[in-house]
């Protein structure tokens, strides 16, 4: 069955970066897309971006552009988020989900909660 | 950015009755909408996409409508489960924004 079994929570200060990780398995890896969701508490769900998980490219939110990479390493069928210069507006439960195809989002990780506090 | 405008924000209902939640796009998304259910502490659940066709194993009281900028999901006969959070998502462009959500209470 189709899993995306996302790291642990995490608690960073002001400034610093985090890395969450999502590890697929039940399906070919590079066949979907994988884009990052998040949902601060008690907030509308965000989206910060895709990554084709075949060729690497990606695609960001305006919103995240500078401070958010996605990555992927196939060879471990797991896509990466990273995000930079966390502020205390950064805190959320940070989710990854896989693309069915129509940018819809058919199957989705458990969630990362990422606390940014000094 | 496409905005996505739910309605109502939250509303109550009883097992066995109808309900609808309305989602508004502030520019025409042609049919390229997804409705998802989130209980708490939970993902999101992927129910129709685009607009009205279903996601494996929702059941078939969901249904979805719409087109343009106005879109539907019909409830048909409540059940205790289904007591959640609703969003609308846009998938016609990036960014591929979400309504505010709908809170469903069961009475």
């Known amino acids: 069955q189709v899993q995306l079994v996302q790291s642990g929570a995490e608690v960073k200060k002001p400034g610093a970066s985090v890395k969450v990780s999502c590890e697929a398995s039940?399906?070919?890896?590079?066949?979907?897309?994988i884009h990052w969701v998040r949902q601060a508490p008690g907030q509308r769900l965000e989206w910060m971006g895709w990554?084709?998980?075949?060729?690497?490219?990606?695609k960001y939110s305006q919103r995240f552009q500078g401070r958010v990479t996605i990555t992927r390493d196939t060879s471990a069928s797991t896509a990466y988020l990273e995000l930079s210069s966390l502020r205390s507006e950064d805190t959320a439960v940070y989710y990854c989900?896989?693309?069915?195809?129509?940018?819809?989002?058919?199957?989705w990780g458990q969630g990362t909660l990422v606390t940014v506090s000094s | 950015d496409i905005q996505m405008t739910q309605s109502p924000s939250s509303l109550s209902a009883s097992v066995g009755d109808r309900v609808t939640i309305i989602c508004r796009a502030s520019?025409?998304?042609?049919?390229?909408l997804n409705w998802y259910q989130q209980k708490p502490g939970k993902p999101p659940k992927l129910l129709i996409y685009?607009?009205?066709s279903f996601h494996s194993g929702v059941p078939s009281r969901f249904s979805g409508s719409g087109s343009g900028t106005d879109f539907t999901l019909t409830i048909n006969s409540l059940q205790p489960e289904d007591s959640a959070t609703y969003y609308c998502?846009?998938?016609?462009?990036?960014?591929?924004?979400f309504g505010q959500g709908t809170k469903l209470e069961i009475k």
């Open positions: 989900a896989r693309d069915e195809g129509l940018t819809a989002l058919d199957f």
């Open positions: 039940g399906y070919t890896f590079s066949s979907y897309a």
């Open positions: 685009p607009a009205s």
């Open positions: 520019q025409s998304i042609s049919s390229y």
């Open positions: 998502q846009q998938s016609y462009t990036a960014p591929y924004t």
């Open positions: 990554i084709n998980t075949d060729n690497g490219n990606t």
